[in-house]
């Protein structure tokens, strides 16, 4: 199983970004997604995560109502969508998966190489 992350950059207070994860290899019959990020000096954290299907999806209290988690199955893609960003939210976003919803790391068996955001004030 392979992931893929992408979609950072370098952009201002309030601006948006989407970041994308695209899965392929051989993946489990049913797998979830998860974004979680990693600020400089600090551990990593869970982000968001959601179901194959799309029909299950939740979003850590520091994003919510800003970042929206989606997937495309036609494309094997999971994207974060990153509304009203602040520089706090300036990190290395890893995608993962695993074989149920979950918020914590070692739930996830395979990762991403990780992109990086920042945000400037």
């Known amino acids: 199983v392979q992931l893929q992350a992408s979609g950072g950059g370098l952009v201002q207070a309030g601006d948006s970004l989407r970041l994308s994860c695209t899965v392929s290899?051989?993946?489990?019959?049913?797998?979830?997604v998860g974004w979680f990020r990693q600020a400089p000096g600090k551990e990593r954290e869970f982000v968001a995560t959601i179901s194959q299907s799309g029909s299950n999806s939740y979003h850590a209290d520091s994003v919510k109502g800003r970042f929206t988690i989606s997937v495309d199955n036609a494309k094997n893609t999971v994207y974060l969508r990153m509304n009203s960003l602040k520089p706090e939210d300036t990190a290395v976003y890893f995608c993962a998966l695993a074989q149920r919803l979950a918020t914590v790391q070692y739930a996830y068996d395979y990762w991403g190489q990780g992109t990086q955001v920042t945000v400037s004030s």
């Open positions: 290899g051989r993946t489990p019959s049913n797998y979830v």
